[in-house]
């Protein structure tokens, strides 16, 4: 069991149930597009943890240039041995970690700057956010894009509050076969007076047991007109709000419109877009 709780098995785990790169990927390329009449290039992922976006971006084009930056070493490690691993020799030549925090690590001026699964959040003030997105707003080029995601919705201000979803099992680099397992989100705490939240990550994997507690987040939860005028603020020319539909199941459809104006619904994954 506990060969279980190692941060190899944590961190294979988290990227089969939260991230979804190609979505991401093909989102940004199509705002930048569409904004830019040009493909974007470079990328910079902001708290990029195990790399596996920066990583996948390298990976699509021989043109893309991608630089990582996260202040865990172990985490970046993970992601050197796992999914760095995985590019060839030249594509990992166009591949840049740093380990550093992402309010003031330098990198050279790039296309597009991602900020995903809500990991801005850990900026509690708004004097800190602000500065953030002002570091963000000076990696870009002129033609630059911010993309972050954020989440919503009344069951997102409902403390103690669970969220299970079953997730395709996947074999580990190692070999070991984890079957269908259950990824459980808890949001443990929210404050209504400042959005302060606390939430964690469960796993429930079919013969290996729980895994309680597997990531811990303690974050303010923003909103969205307090995003996209803190953007502005930091000098982004624009700001947009980019919302999915439901499809039979009551699942995210996954395509994500421009809006204007929505219905609060239990819960929305947003992206947030902020131009250059
Ligand atoms: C929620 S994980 C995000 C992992 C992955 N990029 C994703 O999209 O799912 C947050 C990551 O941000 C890193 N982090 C938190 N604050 C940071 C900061 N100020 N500068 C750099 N990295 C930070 C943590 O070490 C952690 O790896």
Redesign the pocket.
């Known amino acids: 069991m506990a060969k279980q709780k190692t941060a190899l098995d944590l961190h294979g785990l ?2 089969a149930s ?2 979804n790169v190609d979505t991401d990927l093909d989102f940004a390329k199509r705002i930048y597009l569409k904004h830019f009449k040009q493909k974007p290039r470079t990328l910079r ?9 920066a990583c996948n971006w390298v990976a699509r084009n021989k043109q893309h240039e991608a630089w990582g ?4 070493q172990p ?1 970046l490690n993970w992601g050197i041995k796992y999914n760095v691993a995985e590019l060839s020799a030249e594509q990992a030549q166009r591949l840049h970690l740093v380990c ?4 003031n ?1 330098q990198t050279p001026k790039v296309d597009l700057a991602l900020a ?4 801005f959040c ?2 509690k003030q708004r004097d800190m956010l602000k500065q ?1 997105f002002k570091a963000v707003a000076k990696s870009l080029n002129p033609k630059g894009l911010f993309v972050m995601d954020i989440y919503g919705g009344t069951e997102s201000v409902t403390a103690k509050n669970d969220d299970v979803r079953e997730i395709p099992g996947f074999t580990t680099p190692e070999g070991i076969k984890i079957s269908d397992f259950n990824y459980i989100w808890e949001q443990a705490e929210y404050n209504p007076i400042n959005h302060h939240t606390t939430c964690h990550i469960h796993f429930k994997v079919p013969g290996h047991g729980s895994i309680n507690k597997a ?1 811990t ?1 303690d974050w303010r939860l923003w909103t969205l007109p307090e995003i996209q005028e803190i953007l502005i603020e930091a000098g982004f020319s624009k700001a947009e709000v980019y919302l999915h539909d439901f499809d039979d199941e009551g699942e995210s459809d996954e395509i994500f419109r421009l809006r204007k104006t929505y219905e609060n619904v239990q819960g929305w994954v947003a992206y947030v877009v902020g131009v250059k």
């Open positions: 988290y990227e939260v991230q992922e902001d708290f990029c943890g195990t790399a596996k976006l930056i996260d202040f865990h985490t550093g925090d992402v309010l690590s995903l699964n809500f990991s850990v900026f953030y990531f987040y």
